[in-house]
């Protein structure tokens, strides 16, 4: 949150956490998982389905159970491999 200069203040976005409810959301969610993958496939399989829900249904079903592709980030030719590097601060606090 900022101020009225437009400083940040060392303030968590979220004070409660997370949600306790969470948990019984996947619950409530995974017992439905199998009825899920099998209405995916269902769609892949339906030649009466547009291309586009079958094969999104397809993408879902691989996410799932191979995991989701490596993304390959690559430099200009011939240039070192890309580094990315992430930084943690501290902010600050002009303030009482």
């Excluded at 940040?8 to 948990?23: D, L, Q, V, Y």
């Excluded at 191979?66 to 580094?83: H, L, S």
Aim: charged fraction near 30%; hydrophobic fraction near 30%; glycine fraction near 12%.
């Amino acid at each position: 949150m900022r101020d009225e200069q437009g400083r940040f203040h060392a303030s968590s976005g979220n004070p409660g956490g997370r949600p306790r409810e969470t948990g019984r959301m996947r619950e409530l969610c995974r017992e439905h998982g199998a009825k899920a993958v099998e209405i995916l496939a269902a769609i892949m399989m339906d030649e009466n389905e547009p291309a586009k829900n079958q094969i999104a249904a397809a993408r879902e079903l691989l996410d799932r159970g191979y995991g989701r592709p490596a993304q390959t980030v690559k430099g200009e030719e011939g240039a070192p491999p890309v580094v990315w590097q992430f930084n943690m601060g501290c902010v600050e606090h002009e303030g009482p």
